[in-house]
Nanobody, 119 residues
């Protein structure tokens, strides 16, 4: 499974961005994906989980992004989205997506996309 993330950029505080992550590969592998998630890593900080969504639509969020970020998933398009509203300078980070294959207990990672929020 390959993951391709996009949608990052430079935005002013209070602005919005929408990240996308498309999964590709064999249909068999794609169907085995359960949870998809977004992580971020700011300079000098550890990578942290931002939001996750299961194949049946259950979501979870880091406390720091609740009520501002929304994760969604289009299973037909093998795509997970992260709508980010009311962005803050502390949201500046490289955002990466991850997919979890429940049958072989394997994580797949996409390349990161830079999100920069100016004050």
């Amino acid at each position: 499974v390959q993951l391709q993330a996009s949608g990052g950029g430079l935005v002013q505080a209070g602005g919005s961005l929408r990240l996308s992550c498309v999964a590709s590969g064999s249909a068999f592998s794609i169907n085995n994906i359960n949870t998809m998630a977004w992580y971020r890593q700011a300079p000098g900080k550890q990578r942290e989980l931002v939001a996750g969504i299961t194949s049946d639509g259950r979501t979870s969020y880091a406390d720091s992004v609740k009520s501002r970020f929304t994760i969604s998933r289009d299973n037909a398009k093998n795509t997970v989205y992260l709508q980010m509203d009311n962005l803050k300078p502390e949201d500046t980070a490289v955002f990466s997506c991850k997919a979890f294959d429940k049958t072989i207990l394997m994580d797949y990672w996409g390349q990161g996309t830079q999100v920069t929020v100016s004050s």
